[in-house]
């Protein structure tokens, strides 16, 4: 089984500041990774898939990178709405999905 | 625009059957390309995927819950289900169910609570 860890698991940030968020895998998921962000009392949106293509409708701002095993989601001036939890999931065991534990971007 | 909504009751007894009801607007289920899956939250938690389902009927669960998992379709009716058997307080969740390809899932539902209590 692959195992998705994430660092750090808060990060205070003030609005404008970068953030800059990584998820590493137990083995490689080749670029089979996808970035979600949930808000409290919503279900998750995803951000990015296949490691770094911006879902549609989602802000420049947000971009992802990696392949193998180390990703990281970059935004890159924080707006107060991207105060959130951020899942990275992996697929490469396919069939099935595993989620990392997640990442809190709280404000400083 | 794909929309889903889960539906059940929100309080189940320990030891019987959770059972959710999952209903899709906005697409066809059985216009095929995308598994409908389910997924839950432990309260203050992170995600665990739960299994899903496709339009043909073909299934795949999470090995951790394989015993106690079934999920349905009814492409009638453009929805799919969910029952999660022998149920204890551990199964108290956000239920979220969702729409995925083989790499993401790109629609969830809005979520509903399921308390597992005498």
């Known amino acids: 089984e692959i195992v998705l860890t994430q660092s750090p698991a808060t990060l205070s940030l003030s609005p404008g500041e970068r953030a800059t968020l990584s998820c590493r895998a137990s083995q490689s998921v080749s670029s089979y990774l996808a970035w979600y962000q949930q808000k409290p009392g919503q279900a998750p949106r995803l951000l990015i898939y296949?490691?770094?293509n911006r879902a549609t409708g989602i802000p420049a701002r947000f971009s992802g990178s990696g392949s193998g095993t180390d990703f990281t989601l970059t935004i890159s001036s924080l707006e107060p709405e991207d105060f959130a939890v951020y899942y990275c999931?992996?697929?490469?065991?396919?069939?099935?999905?595993?989620f990392g534990p997640g990442t809190k971007v709280d404000i400083k | 625009q794909v929309q889903l909504q889960e539906s059940g009751p929100g309080l189940v007894k320990p030891s019987q059957t959770l059972s959710l009801t999952c209903t899709v607007s906005g697409g066809s289920i059985s216009s095929g390309g995308y598994y409908w899956s389910w997924i839950r939250q432990h309260p203050g938690k992170g995600l665990e995927w739960i299994g899903y389902?496709?339009?043909?009927?073909?299934?795949y669960y999470n090995p951790s819950l394989k015993s106690r998992v079934t999920i349905s379709v009814d492409t009638s009716k453009n929805q799919f289900s969910l029952k999660l058997s022998s149920v204890t307080a551990a199964d108290t969740a956000v239920y979220y169910c969702?729409?995925?390809?083989?790499?993401?899932?790109?629609?969830w539902g809005q979520g509903t609570l399921v308390t597992v209590s005498s």
């Open positions: 969702a729409r995925g390809d083989a790499t993401t899932i790109d629609y």
């Open positions: 999931q992996q697929r490469s065991n396919w069939p099935g999905f595993t």
């Open positions: 296949d490691a770094s």
């Open positions: 389902i496709y339009y043909s009927g073909s299934t």
